[in-house]
């Protein structure tokens, strides 16, 4: 339930939560006031209409609030914003998503909207495929199916495509999302070796307007840079 309303921002009909979880109505209600009652659910004057609750955001934040992670690497992620000047993420990998745990925003005026705890595919992500290329393909063919969900038309959605550019990530080190996930940002990222396989990644998002070939190899580098740092203050975790 919780995560149904995770996914759905705003408010929803009771309706329209049963069409969607197929649990009977009787019982959904049930649920639904129990969650209410507890702080996870809300709803608005009516009463008729439910989404998530602010106890969700405190759950939430402690699970960041507490990782070793997040922690040891705030000053890295705080010097790659510094030496890009562009959006910075640190994600985890959740089965067929990754999930943001931390970012640093643009000092552009032209940059991305970007907040901890956003879900996205990790098939369309260069955080997503430099954690999957730390998997063997069988494990990929496993955990994703054969047609692949399109973010955008640029979306590699052929999973044996996806598994050629795969081998090519860990041959370079790194993955591209080139407007994969969102038209006109290109995305570039490193997973953080800390343990096998990783299931942190950083990366590093451009609006193409502002990228050029000199940028893309500066952002390169800062990131290689920033994945040796972490390999180092995470070596223990």
Known sequence: ??????????????????????????????????LVNLGWVETDATGTRYGIGVRALLVGSSYIDGDEVVAAARPTLDRLSEDTTETIHLARMDGTSVVYLATRQSRH?????????????????????????????????ALLPRRLEAVTEHTVTD????????????????????????????????????????????????????????????????????????SVVTRRM
Do not use: W
């Open 1 to 34: 339930m919780l995560e149904h309303f995770a996914a759905r921002p705003g408010l929803h009909s009771l309706a329209d939560i049963q069409h969607d979880l197929g649990l009977p109505k009787s019982s959904l209600y049930m649920l639904l006031r129990t």
């Open 109 to 141: 005026h032209l940059r991305p909207f970007t907040r901890v705890g956003r879900r996205l595919p990790v098939h369309s992500t260069a955080l997503g495929k430099a954690l999957l290329a730390g998997h063997s393909d069988e494990e990929v063919r």
């Open 159 to 230: 999973r044996e495509r996806l598994i050629e550019e795969l081998a090519v990530v860990r041959e370079k080190g790194y993955a591209e999302d080139r407007e994969e996930n969102t038209l006109g940002l290109r995305c570039f990222g490193v997973a953080v070796p800390y343990r096998t396989p990783a299931r942190d990644a950083v990366s590093c998002s451009v609006p193409v307007a502002r990228l050029t070939e000199e940028r893309e190899e500066l952002i390169k580098a800062a990131l290689f840079a920033a994945r040796d740092r972490l």
